[in-house]
């Protein structure tokens, strides 16, 4: 007895998705926009097929190992991953989803750009959003290397990081979070021993992703009688291969288990100074929003994928003889979904303009604050939408929904990460405060929202203007117990406002 339809598979995450071909065509010039409309669909056609079967026998199967000892008994450290990871990894690098965001496309002479990276990374997240963490660490070490380190330290690794064929690829890495904290990461303790022009480092990272498989990892650690607090940091080079580190374990994870994500000692390994020794934190935290915008990306792959999974699987399934995308509540949910996805994706993508102009020193003091806004909001808003949408697919899926022969449940245990790395929603919550209290952000965001809006959606602008500006005025216990709360109504503001505009 057929109970179910063949399931119509998607074939292309690209092609079949008008709406994100619609949104790049407005937000990129005409030649790199053919270029990208090119490469997407031979891309989003592999991340539908090859890349997304290779995915689900890394999460079932082929999860990284830890490779502790040699066949001498040697300690090595080393992870090894299956061959069809490898395969992702080599394919995803040469499309210059890291690469051209820095240096030029043979084809057109020119480089890419952060939205077109972005479109890469929102295809790729649909079908593997574990290994897009990977991606997102060597675009974070890339933005580093090019922007704060010194010409030989450029000169050395650069090209390896953003490689795409051309030469040997060294992933990234960002190794802040110590056993006695993530979010505060002023606490940190891995000290640095200066030795001649580089530095010896000593101590433990708690959470390394990407330990072992990186080339260089950008680390946080505290010079001798360097000040304590956030202040004291700062931020090294350090070559991976035949380094005095080794991974003490991996981590056993709910989800995105495509990453090693490691414990790792340094035990004098060899390390660069990168920048201005006092400025350690400040370069990481700008890394960092550049994470938590791919985090948001992340979570648009995921919301995509369960959206797709539960109209396709409501299209094949019947019950009492009636297709399920039959019924009203259905189709209710169904339209409930792709709205709010329509809606997000345009604002990230809104979101990401800014980032690109910023990126270009091109912006504002103004901007730069409410750049940093809206990716605190949209990060946070992004990551718990992927959690609902992936449960409202294991929902329309029933039964089926919860069982690891589907998509589904996979999609659920990735996207609950998303909410945690690169800042919890509390820790979101505390940057919202600070660019209220400290720059007047809240009046930033509101001229920015009737810019946008040119005249419409009059009085729900002015309903939040008075209610940041009554926030603003909040002691700062109340603050944080309004904050949340707060930051999801501007982000379904932000959103209504960019989608009415399109
Ligand atoms: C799979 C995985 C991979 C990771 N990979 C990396 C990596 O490669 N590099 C890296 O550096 N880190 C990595 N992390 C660490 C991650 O960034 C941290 O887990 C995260 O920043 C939270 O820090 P924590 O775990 O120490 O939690 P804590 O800081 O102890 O926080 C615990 C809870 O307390 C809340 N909290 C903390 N301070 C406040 C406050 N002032 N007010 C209100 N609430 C507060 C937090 O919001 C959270 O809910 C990874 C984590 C995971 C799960």
């Keep these: 007895m057929k109970v179910l339809q063949e399931k119509i598979r998607q074939e292309n ?5 008008e709406f994100l071909q619609r949104l790049l065509k407005q937000y990129m010039d005409t030649e790199l926009f053919s270029y990208a409309d090119k490469q997407l669909k031979n891309f989003g056609q592999r991340a539908a097929g090859p890349i997304d079967e290779r995915a689900r026998h890394t999460d079932r199967d082929g999860q990284p190992r830890l490779e502790q000892y040699n066949k001498f008994g040697e300690e090595v450290s080393r992870v090894w991953v299956n061959e069809g990871y490898r ?6 690098y040469e499309t210059g989803i890291v690469g051209y965001v820095h240096k030029d496309i043979p ?15 929102y295809v790729l997240s649909q079908a593997e959003p574990g290994f897009y963490c990977p991606v997102t660490l060597t675009m974070a070490t890339a933005y580093l290397l090019d922007h704060y380190a010194d010409e030989d330290l450029k000169e050395a690794f650069l090209p390896h990081v953003l490689a795409t064929g051309d030469t040997e690829l060294y992933e990234g890495a960002t190794f802040l979070t110590e056993r006695q904290g993530g979010s505060d990461v002023g606490a940190n303790v891995v000290e640095a021993v200066q030795d001649g022009d580089h530095y010896h480092l000593y101590g433990e990272k708690y959470f390394a ?3 072992g498989m990186c080339g260089v990892a950008m680390v946080l650690a505290r010079m001798e009688d360097a000040p304590e607090g956030s202040r004291g940091l ?3 080079l350090v070559p991976w291969e035949g380094n005095n580190l080794r991974i003490r374990r991996l981590k056993d994870k709910l989800g995105v288990r495509a990453v090693p994500s ?3 000692e340094f035990t004098g390994a060899k390390a660069y100074l990168v920048g201005e020794a006092d400025r350690g934190f400040y370069y990481m935290m700008e890394a960092l929003n550049l994470s938590r915008i791919c985090n948001a990306v992340a979570s648009l792959g995921i919301m995509r994928r369960s959206y797709t999974e539960a109209l396709h699987y409501a299209e094949g399934r019947n019950a009492f003889g009636r297709r399920l995308v039959d019924f009203p509540m259905i189709q209710q949910s169904l339209r409930e979904l792709r709205v709010k996805l329509e809606k997000e994706t345009t604002a990230v993508f809104d979101m990401i303009q800014l980032y690109e102009k910023v990126t270009e020193s091109e912006a504002t003091k103004e901007e730069e604050v409410l750049n940093r806004l809206l990716i605190a909001i949209m990060k946070k808003e992004s990551a718990e939408q992927s959690i609902d949408f992936a449960h409202e697919a294991i929902e329309m899926h029933g039964g089926n929904g919860y069982i690891e022969d589907f998509v589904t449940p996979r999609l659920l245990r990735d996207a609950q990460v998303l909410t945690v790395w690169e800042g919890t929603a509390n820790i979101l919550a505390l940057e919202l405060l600070r660019l209220v209290n400290k720059y007047e952000a809240h009046t930033l965001f509101v001229g920015m ?14 309903a939040m203007e008075e209610r940041l500006l009554n926030f603003s005025n909040l002691q700062q216990v109340e603050q944080e117990l309004e904050a949340k709360s707060l930051m999801k109504d501007m982000a ?3 959103e209504d406002v960019v989608y009415e505009q399109l």
Excluded: H, P
Aim: overall charge negative; aromatic content about 16%.
């Design 13 to 17: 995450f690209y092609e079949e998705d």
């Design 87 to 92: 395969q992702t990894v080599k394919e995803t």
């Design 107 to 121: 084809e057109i002479a020119r480089k890419g750009s952060y939205t077109y990276s972005f479109a890469q990374g």
């Design 209 to 211: 992703s990407n330990a």
């Design 234 to 236: 700062s931020l090294f």
């Design 262 to 264: 490691a414990e790792v």
């Design 449 to 462: 929202l009737r810019e946008k809006a040119e005249g419409s959606m009059k009085t729900q602008i002015d």
């Design 492 to 494: 379904w503001l932000y």
